[in-house]
């Protein structure tokens, strides 16, 4: 039987390893955190239950593949958030949204459900906290170097964010002019820096709005949403924000102290909500995403030709969006390709 190595369990890694459940196939998913879900990640404290990396999944594929699965076998817990998503500007000026009603899926446990349920879906073996340290390329396989221990493979997958996928590539042991030239491509891919400040609040106001984005990318937020419109996210009469500042204030302040962090993202709230009570939060945690989101894809041409060396990609740099719908889809499609290979 054919092995595959799978480096990453976001979503990505996962949906590979699901499009792969029904082949010949031995499928080993390593990631090197202790939960699945990558950059889908929920935390929750006291009786609340946050979504600290993305939002929400949107019903954005051309085909309805990804959105199919969501609502099919990956439906257990799946909720949407319906109240709408509002817009502001520089100048602080809050305006209604384009009336997009289309569903904004999340999990009543959180977003990192969706590597759960996909995890469960998919007929493989997740090892988590398992960090591939290094690979080398020895006579038609793939050998690992994984945290406490070594493995080999015929086929591997590789789906951490580019730049570490470049870095992996980069130390790895593999003697071919095409590995330089991959380095080059997956070092290439442009990356945003966001900050994600969770706040809560003892009480809730009444708002029209799930949440505001920064249409036109010139203030020192990009983003607030309200867990409380998560269906089971938030006590009654409680309030936790999701403050996202923009990538550029995020990397100003990426080194700074979580409260410092905290408090800034919070007098920026309260000044835009108009909303005093915002300043004072009773805890924060504040989460740190240093490769958050691709601005490009890579060379799909380059990604290909690894294909004969029995290496493969995906996730969203690969798909060029940073989003979870086409990282997932990613995912479905690099795992079709090597079924149809077997
Ligand atoms: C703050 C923020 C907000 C976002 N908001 C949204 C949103 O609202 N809607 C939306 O659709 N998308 C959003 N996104 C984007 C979305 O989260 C990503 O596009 C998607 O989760 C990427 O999935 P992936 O599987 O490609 O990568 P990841 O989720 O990054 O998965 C890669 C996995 O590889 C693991 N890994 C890395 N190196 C190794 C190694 N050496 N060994 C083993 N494992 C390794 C990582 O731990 C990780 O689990 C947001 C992202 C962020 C950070």
Redesign the pocket.
């Given at each position: 039987m054919t092995s595959i190595a799978v480096?990453?369990?976001?979503?990505?890694?996962?949906a590979a390893a699901y499009a792969l459940r029904d082949a010949d196939a031995d499928v080993t998913v390593?990631?090197?955190?202790d939960t699945?879900?990558?950059?889908?990640a929920t935390h929750r404290r006291d009786e609340c239950v946050f979504d600290?990396?993305?939002?929400?999944?949107?019903e954005a594929d051309e085909d309805g593949r990804v959105s199919e699965l969501l609502t099919t076998e990956l439906a257990d817990g799946l909720v949407d958030t319906e109240e709408p998503v509002w817009t502001f500007n520089a100048d602080g000026e809050i305006s209604e949204g384009r009336g997009d009603d289309s569903p904004k899926w999340t999990y009543r446990e959180g977003l990192a459900t969706l590597g759960d349920r996909l995890a469960d879906a998919a007929d493989a073996e997740v090892r988590t906290g398992?960090?591939?340290?290094t690979f080398a390329r020895e006579d038609d396989e793939w050998w690992l170097r994984?945290r406490g221990g070594e493995a080999t493979a015929d086929r591997l997958v590789l789906?951490?964010?580019a730049p570490?996928t470049a870095y992996?590539l980069d130390r790895a042991d593999w003697d071919d002019p095409l590995c330089s030239d991959l380095v080059e491509t997956a070092s290439d891919v442009p990356y945003r820096t966001?900050l994600?400040v969770a706040l809560h609040y003892p009480d809730r106001t009444d708002l029209p709005y799930y949440a505001l984005v920064n249409a036109d990318k010139d203030h020192d937020l990009g983003w607030i949403s309200r867990e409380e419109c998560k269906p089971g996210h938030v006590p009654e009469g409680e309030s936790l924000l999701i403050v996202?500042p923009s990538p550029e204030w995020s990397r100003q302040h990426y080194d700074e102290p979580d409260d410092q962090i905290a408090i800034g993202a919070a007098d920026r709230t309260a000044e835009l909500l108009d909303d005093a009570d915002r300043y004072q939060f009773d805890w924060a945690e504040v989460?740190r995403?240093r490769?958050?989101?691709p601005d490009a894809g890579a060379d799909a041409d380059v990604l290909e030709r690894a294909a004969d060396q029995a290496l493969y990609f995906?996730?969203?740099?690969?798909a060029g969006?940073?989003?979870?719908?086409?990282?997932l889809r990613?995912?479905l499609e690099t795992g079709d390709e090597i079924r149809k290979s077997l």
């Open positions: 480096v990453g369990a976001g979503v990505a890694g996962l390593y990631e090197r955190r699945v879900g990558g950059r889908a600290v990396g993305a939002n929400y999944v949107k398992t960090e591939v340290e994984v789906t951490p964010p570490t992996l966001l994600s996202q989460v995403w490769d958050a989101l995906a996730g969203d740099w690969v969006e940073g989003r979870i719908h086409a990282a990613s995912g």
